[in-house]
Each structure stands twice: as structure tokens, then as C-alpha cells.
């Protein structure tokens, strides 16, 4: 079970925008692009198509993504912009 | 006044997943194309595409260039009319001779460039049309090629060009032209053959779209934007041409202590050696400001489609969103 996802729902409106940003700029910076799974790389098209990055949905899928990718940069992005609950979450999920 | 088009080019050596993000953030940019380079040793230029036309809604989309060496016209017709089923009417075809040092690792030679690009542009265009293709060319022959599909729109074919014949010849007979350069003497003295070209096709400048394919790269850091060319510029130096490199007055033996270190392997060394003159004369590169008036500049020598090249900057995504709020508007509304 992935159990930062849960907390995506409680990130205020808001802040969704900036975080979705940090989360894809993260991502698409990683030199780990190997490791993200072709269905998560189709669910990132297809929110950023629909322009649901920045949505409950949209974040859970850059956090996965973000997981995946660059775990300790993901976390330190999360805990850079305040969302100590979900950096937690994130750190207990990868074992840290 | 002609209305300026851009476009960004991408190479597909990072995962399908990313250029297709990359080309999401260009079309809501504003840009116009996306121009995804043709090599073997990088992901299929095709697949590429298909999967950003897909993803997109408006942006135009081809291969920024192909070559008819690797890949017959005839193929390269069938491809491009197939990723219009998936775009309609957004595809467009950037041919070219390609590149010599790859082309020869699979022991291919660019034999009679001028007619095999005269004839793939005849061959495509015959196709792509419904009509099919009968051609006794200098350099293909075609007899009785047709698509059991229809293709329902005409495909623009540019013709990727630098040398003065290439030049003129993209001029007589190409939609559009790709010329490959960055500095805008080198640009005015291409124009003048693509201006020769279209006169000897009996056609006016209007029918050609003049696109400058440009190694650009863009920061508001100035620092990030020469960090990220460097490499790109180092590239360019150590491939070009001895009157070139002259007429920048670069010295052809800086040029050649580039080119030994790249062959070498020792990166650090070459690109420690790429000069700003180098940076100056290859790329357009620097603050969105500078960028601005380089392209600025270009547009009002002829340039009609500016194609933003690699390296974009040291962060893609986010030179492509400065470009989007810094330069289009500034050249679309002025």
C-alpha cells in the first residue's frame, strides 16, 4: 500500500500547482528515467494531457513517479515546500 | 508582414515518455512545430512521433531530418501518411543528405545528395498524394508505388540544407527549408541561394517557409545558457568546415584540438577549449533578452519559422516555458 498517497488529499488547492511543478521538473531532470514502469510513464502523459497534473490524482502519479525515480530528492522536495506529513509518509514507503 | 512560426526540435535520446512531455509543454507554449531528429543510435524517430501525436491537439509534427539513405522515400511517404491518420493535417517532413560520420558507420555513402533529395521530395510528395509514384530519377527508381490507404491532406516536405546547392534546391522545389545555422551572416549568405533556387523554380518567396534550425540555448542565468550550449558548440566546431570556421575567425587548429579531444574521449578537455567566439558564431545563447534580439534579427532578414535546437538550455522543460512567456509573445503581438 502506498501510504503517501492518502495525504495528496489534504494538500490545500492552492499549493497544488507549485508542488505539481517541482514534482515534474524533478522527474523529467532525473537521470534515473529508466526506471519508471511504461503504465506510470502513460498515467504522466495522460494527466498531463488532460492538464491534470496539479490535481489529487495528477500529484499521487508524480509522487509515484517521483518515488520511483529520484526517492531522496522527492522527499526533500516535499519537505523544502511544507508537506512534512506526506515527506513521512513518502520515507516510510521507501524504507528510509 | 509575414507571421513568424516556431519550432523546437527534440532528439530522441531521452525515454518516448519524456519528449512527449517536452512536446505537451511546447504546444501550450505556443509553438508551432516539433522537429524530432532521425538517427539510428537514438529511439525511432516514428514511434517518437506517433506517441506526441498522440498526446497533442494542434502542434505540427515530422522528422527534423530524415535521410534517404537509411530509409527509402518510399518508407519515409508511407510513415509520414500513417502518422497523418494519427494527426491529420498536422504533419509535416524535414528531409535531408544526414550525417556523414553515422551514415558511415553502417557503410553508407551520401552518393549524388543533390538528386537522391530532388527525387525522395518527388517520390514522397507523388505518394502522400494518392497518385502514387513512377519515377526514373538520377538517384531512385520507382515504378508503379501506390498506398492502398489514403492520405487525405498534402504533407509539406522541407528539405534540410547548408550547402549552396542544397540551399538552392530546397529554394526550387521544397515547401519549406531547414537551414542548419545559428549566426546571422552565415543565414544571410544561405538565403541568398534559396533565393536564387526559388527563382530558378519560377516560384516567390512566400511558397518557401524559411525555417532556421538553430543550436539554441536559453537561461535567465547567462551562465546556465553557455554551460549547456558548450557541449552542443564543441560538437559544431570540431564538424565544421575550414572556411567557416575561418569566416568566424576561428582558428583551425583550435577546431582541430576540439575534435581530437572528443575523438579521444576526454570531454573535459574539449569542451574547456569552446570559446565564446565558438559559443557566438554556433548557437544563439544567452538570457531571454538576447535571445530575443538574435531572434528578432533573423526574422527581419527572411526567416519565417525559427526552430529552437538542442540544447534548449541545462533545464528543457523550463526553457521551453520561458520561451513561451518571453519571446512568442514578444514576436507574434509587437
Redesign the interface.
Known sequence: MLRYVEPTAKIDPSKREKLSDSL??LI??SGN??R?TPEL??S??DA??RRELSTETGLQILLKAGALLEPEKTTGTLEAEGFLELASELKKSIGK | MVELKFGVEFVPMNPYWKTSLFAIESERSGFDNVWITDHYNNRNVYVSLAQVATYTERIKLGPGVTNPYMIHPVMTAQAVASLNEIAPGRVICGIGVGDKTTLATVGIEQQSPLAAIRDSVQIIRDMTSGKGSQLEGKAFKVSGAKFFFKVGNPIPVYIGAQGPKMLSLAGEIGDGVLINASHRRDIENALKFVREGVARGGRTMDKVDVGIYTSFSMAEDPAKAVKAATPVVAYIVAGAPQPLLESHGIQVQAAESIKNGIARGKWKEAFGQVTTEMIEAFSICGTPDTCLERIDELGKIGMTQFVAGSPLGLKVRGSIRIFGEQIIPRLTHD
Do not use: N
Open positions: 515534474l521538473d523529467l531532470d528515467a529508466d519508471l510513464a502513460r504522466l502523459m498531463a494531457r
